[in-house]
């Protein structure tokens, strides 16, 4: 199940820039509407101006449309289970279903699945901090 998204991160972790890090890291983002977004980790010589994988899937989200987020899978050939950073936890926020899944991958596909919520409790939002 949700291989099809697994597929979709992979063949992006393929295309990542990271001749600095030599961390490639692929993430794939499912909407409500079935549609897959992808993207990979593109660094710099200037080193803070690199960006994540989750990162430019959501420009790649937003640019189709965008939508509601309800699978995203992560994955990187140098660390199963690799986790999304705090901040593209929080970027991916913005856009997540309430029940979103989190798909933690290895080389061969996914290892585990997670609730979005469950990694990301609490986040920052302009509605809720009462
Ligand atoms: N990286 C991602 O693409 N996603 C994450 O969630 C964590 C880290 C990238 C950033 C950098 O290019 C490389 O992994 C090493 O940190």
Partial sequence: M??????AAEAAMRKAYAPY???PVG???RTAEGRIHAGCN??????PEGWCAETTALGAFVMAGGGTICEIAVVAEKMP???PC???RQRLSEFVASDA???LCDETGIVESV???????RGFNLEQNR
């Fill in 27 to 29: 993430a794939a983002l």
């Fill in 86 to 88: 705090g901040g593209c």
């Fill in 42 to 47: 593109i660094e710099n010589a200037s080193y």
């Fill in 115 to 121: 609730p979005f919520t469950s990694v990301f409790p």
């Fill in 101 to 103: 899944t989190l798909h």
């Fill in 2 to 7: 949700a291989h099809d998204l697994f597929e």
């Fill in 81 to 83: 289970r690799i986790m």
């Fill in 21 to 23: 890090s030599k961390f």
